[in-house]
């Protein structure tokens, strides 16, 4: 929402399709954005990313609406059960990495996992998967324009190798889904560029920061999070990634908006940071990525989407 209303603070005549699970909540995003810019053009589309149907009638819709793409911010993400390892923070403490441990819960946060209706991972499946079969069914739209086309994912500084596995990808044995996933979103943006950018569409990653938004405040009870907030505060002096407020988290998405995309890096990630006197910026930082294990995962992708898709053939006629 609040990417939303800077992007059409920068341009105020884009056309901005607001996508949302739930379309209730989805007319109170479009009012909310046209009551700071009234002269907006906003839509929206129903979509949830952990439903391969709901994604594959989404993408029927945008077909049929629109065109051209200019743009997809690939937002949607989850984090079910996330439990605070407290005991593992003390030893962050003992031993001097507790600020890495907040800045990336390396180590900290844990998930508990289940699957959804389409038998995939749901946290794979949400964070990645759906994505990534939107953007398969939405090539046409993005590829082949005059102007090229962006994809632009919002990752993790919690995105870590050491929690992803090929052999697992959908990490259905481990406990930290979201941080595997949030890896997996990584190399799947360094394929995809490869892949898709002589044909004019182009693929960034960004990572918002800590932001106050309604999956932190089921990390911890809301009343914690307000005695811990001057704290959090007082972090942004040494850990420029705690952004904090979803208007400064949004930073790195507007500023990617305003670039050239032949001139960015597929291998960096760039962060949204604050300084500890509120002055937002973006930090590029390169990822820890092994392109052949990409390459792999993109395969793997492949094949299941194959899978996936052949239990729909009548949503794709």
Known sequence: LARSRRLLGEAGRLHLCLACRNAQ???????????AHPAAQ????????????SVLRAARDLSRRFQRLD???????IMPNPHVNFKALCQGLRTGRVLHMLTTAEGVMTQT??????????VFATNLFGHFILVRQLESLLCGNEKPSRLIWTSSSNARESAFSLSDYQHAKGQ??????KYATDLTSVVLNRKLNEQGLYSSV????????NMTYRILPVFIWKLLMPILWLIRFFAKTY?????NGAEAHVWLFKQKPESLDALVKYHSCTSGLGKNYVEPRKMD?????????????????????????DLLD
């Open 42 to 53: 906003v839509s929206t589309v129903e979509v949830d990313l952990g439903s391969v149907v």
């Open 176 to 181: 930290e889904s979201y941080s595997s996933s």
């Open 25 to 35: 909540r989805s007319e109170a995003a479009r009012d909310s954005v046209l009551a």
């Open 71 to 77: 743009f997809i911010f690939l937002n949607a993400g």
């Open 289 to 313: 990525i092994d392109e052949e294990v990409a390459e792999k995962f993109y395969e793997k992708l492949l094949e299941l989407e194959k899978q996936i898709l052949e239990r729909y053939d």
């Open 113 to 122: 996992d289940r699957l959804n209706g389409d038998g995939l991972q749901e």
């Open 206 to 213: 960004v990572c918002p920061g800590l932001v106050m938004s």
């Open 243 to 247: 952004t904090l407020t979803p208007y």
